[in-house]
Antibody, heavy 118, light 110 residues
Framework: QVQLVQSGAEVEKPGASVKISCKAS????????MHWVRQAPGQGLEWMGI????????TYAQPLRGRVTMTRDTSTSTLYMELSSLRSEDTALYYC???????????WGQGTLLTVSS | QSALTQPASVSGSPGQSITISCTGT?????????VSWYQQHPGKAPKFMIY???NRPSGVSNRFSGSKSGNTASLTISGLQAEDEADYYC??????????FGGGTKVTVL
């Protein structure tokens, strides 16, 4: 069965960077694009970007371009999402999400809580 | 990418049908049949409910159905049950390998 297991909660100061991981299993890692989606406390879902695990190609949401970097390690079937120049508004639950091949999101990780606070 | 517009809340009694709208533009919902819907219970990750406007993934109850007209997509829940009380989010492909979500709708079962 598909499993997406994310790294643990993080607490960072404003201006710092954070790197969250997501280890995939139960399917062929390079066959499906992967997304990152975040959810601020009590708020809705925000699409952050997509990565093609086969070749590493990425597309980021316009508001995050320049601050977000998505990478992958095919040897360990692990995705990474790095966010820099952190601000309080980046406090959120971050999800890695598998693409369904139908322009939608079928499997979600458990989420990683990032808290940005001085 | 622009967010899609959903009503903040919708309610209904058990057994009734409710419909949640999701309004976009001619550049997203109106341009593509790539609308999907997600159910989220408190403290849980979203669950995949509908894709391609009106297709249900395996295991999703047939009480959930989707449709689209112009720039607006809709999710209908028929035979409303207590377990359907949750937040619901629509999403659409918006071109150029980007996606957007709606702001979410809280469904209350009276």
């Amino acid at each position: 069965q598909v499993q997406l297991v994310q790294s643990g909660a993080e607490v960072e100061k404003p201006g710092a960077s954070v790197k969250i991981s997501c280890k995939a299993s139960g399917y062929t890692f390079t066959s499906y694009h992967m997304h990152w989606v975040r959810q601020a406390p009590g708020q809705g879902l925000e699409w952050m970007g997509i990565i093609n695990p086969k070749n590493g190609a990425t597309t980021y949401a316009q508001p995050l371009r320049g601050r977000v970097t998505m990478t992958r390690d095919t040897s360990t079937s692990t995705l990474y999402m790095e966010l820099s120049s952190l601000r309080s508004e980046d406090t959120a639950l971050y999800y890695c999400v598998k693409d369904s091949s139908h322009w939608s999101f079928d499997y979600w990780g458990q989420g990683t809580l990032l808290t940005v606070s001085s | 990418q622009s967010a899609l517009t959903q009503p903040a809340s919708v309610s209904g009694s058990p057994g009734q049908s409710i419909t949640i709208s999701c309004t976009g533009t001619s550049s997203d919902i109106g341009a593509y049949n790539h609308v999907s819907w997600y159910q989220q219970h408190p403290g849980k990750a979203p669950k995949f409910m509908i894709y391609g406007v009106n297709n249900r993934p395996s295991g999703v109850s047939n009480r959930f159905s989707g449709s689209k007209s112009g720039n607006t997509a809709s999710l209908t829940i028929s035979g409303l049950q207590a377990e359907d009380e949750a937040d619901y989010y629509c999403s659409s492909y918006t071109g150029s390998n980007t996606w957007a979500f709606g702001g979410g709708t809280k469904v209350t079962v009276l």
